[in-house]
């Protein structure tokens, strides 16, 4: 946290906004939307025109990865550059816990607050919800939102009575609501929404970074009225039209505020669908399995950026990239500094530009679950699956209520997931030479970030921030 302050301090006598001359900057990140959720990318029972617009503005990623395939790790992810083992975030952090993402780590917000710019962000933080570790101590100079995923909450119907407290909406470092109801969940969406567009009008001459992340399309499930009935597939798909008209009026914003042509749009969702709720889940598209798993399902998202002028429209990438590249590209296009601290993100301008013959910059993307266990890497066109049990499904629920779960156990398995995305055939023992690269780029991951599943310790790994309740 001193580091940060000073940063901040730092920038601010480097002559604030003045000195700033990146763009801004629009961060949206979806919950458990699937590969498929885009019109562009197939979805079925609802439209995305917004989105689907702005690929067409922009540029769309085929290949984009998140670090991990569920909730906080993948938060933690995003906004430090870091593969979450090495920041110390696994799994979903529940209310109360004991851990967060440490103040000692660099975040995005800190990154561009040191260069000027006002930050903001509205939706769900999921990265520790005690007040040492909330967003208004990690960079952001405004927030909104819940502090975990919606579900945590009394009217969980999967859960056991008890499991969960009051769901509490918090405004900056205090609670605006103490006991959130399902009228209100109802309203998220639109709030944040709202509040976006204002931050946007509010900081029309000042750089600004704005980060907004939807409670949905996580179960359960929740829309506004001027939604609800207006799609053909149900709730899931009303709550992706809400989402993709929240999407445009944020770029409605921009525009009219003048600063569409200033203003880099990036839209991403933090895992695959959460297929166990059946209908109230969306498609992972052509990918096997879903969240909560390594396989393509779980992991591979959709991705679009947009930036008038800069990046071509009509473009798509299908280099390999994720979400750990997002503070680098961002800290490269507004100048500013990196984090002191090791991150394990690349810079994606040279594909944001499309220059000719650029390629990811990344010879391997790790994919760690469960309790730091490194489960799979992907290295060009090869996924190198490693040995561990995976979470699969004997049943799929409905209307809300959840499935059931089965387990599988993989091997040491390989996949050519340029010619194979559905990971349907494993080619291991014909490919003898790319298995043993594979290996070894596992085994030196395992020896800088540890392994679980070999009981590697790692030589690299940054413990999270352990906080004490009263």
């Known amino acids: 946290m001193r580091r940060s302050l000073f940063l901040v301090a730092l920038g601010l006598w480097l002559g604030g906004s003045a000195a700033v001359a990146g763009p801004n900057v629009v961060l949206i990140y979806t919950d458990d939307q699937g590969y498929g959720d885009l019109g562009v990318q197939g979805a079925k029972g609802f439209a995305t025109p917004h989105l689907d617009q702005m690929a067409a503005e922009g540029m769309r990623f085929t290949d984009f ?11 933690a992810a995003l906004l430090t550059g870091c593969y979450p083992v090495r920041v110390g975030i696994h799994g979903a952090l529940g209310p109360k816990s004991s851990v967060g993402l440490h103040p000692d780590e660099t975040t995005l917000a800190e990154v ?21 570790v909330l967003p208004t101590r990690q960079g952001f100079e405004e927030y909104l939102g819940l502090p975990y995923s919606n579900d945590m909450w009394p009217e969980n119907p999967n859960a056991k009575p008890g499991s969960y407290p009051a769901l509490p909406l918090l405004e900056g470092a205090g609670v605006a609501d103490a006991e959130v109801n399902a009228a209100e969940q109802a309203t998220l969406t639109t709030r944040y929404a709202e509040r976006a567009v204002a931050f946007i009008r509010q900081h029309r001459e000042v750089p600004f970074f704005l980060y907004v992340a939807p409670s949905m399309p996580h179960v359960p499930l929740f829309v506004s009225d001027r939604f609800k009935g207006k799609s053909a597939q149900g709730l899931y798909g009303d709550v992706m039209e809400e989402i993709d008209w929240a999407v445009g009026e944020i770029l409605a914003a921009l525009k009219e505020s003048g600063l569409d042509q200033n203003t880099l749009v990036m839209f991403a969702s933090d895992n695959g669908p959460w297929s166990i709720y059946g209908n109230h889940a969306g498609s992972a598209g052509p990918f096997r399995e879903s969240k909560g798993t390594c396989w393509e399902g ?10 008038p002028g800069k990046i071509a429209a009509g473009s798509v990438c299908r280099e390999m990239a994720g979400t750990i590249d997002v503070l680098p590209t961002v800290a490269a296009l507004c100048g500013a500094a990196l984090p002191e601290r090791k991150i394990d993100g690349k810079d994606l301008g040279p594909l944001l530009r499309g220059e000719a013959g650029a390629k990811s910059p990344h010879e391997s993307l790790l994919f760690y679950y469960g309790v730091h266990e490194l489960q ?15 979470r699969t499904m004997e049943r799929v629920g409905r209307d809300g209520l959840t499935g059931r779960h089965g387990v599988g156990q993989a091997g040491l398995e390989l996949y050519d997931v340029e010619r194979d995305p559905g990971e349907t ?3 291991a023992s014909q490919e003898p030479a790319v298995l043993a690269r594979l290996v070894a780029l596992a085994e030196a991951a395992r020896e800088e970030l540890g392994d679980k599943l070999t009981g590697a310790p790692g030589r690299e790994r940054r413990p999270a921030a352990a906080v004490k309740w009263p």
């Open 376 to 390: 799979a890497l992907r290295s060009g066109p090869w996924k190198l699956i490693l040995p561990h049990a995976y």
């Open 425 to 427: 055939k494993n080619v």
């Open 112 to 132: 561009l607050r040191a260069r000027g710019y006002a930050t903001g962000m509205f939706g769900k933080w999921h990265l520790g919800d005690h007040p040492d």
């Open 298 to 307: 779980g992991i591979r998202v959709p991705c679009l950026m947009r930036w």
């Open 65 to 75: 990865y998140v670090a991990a395939p569920v909730c906080s790790a993948s938060r």
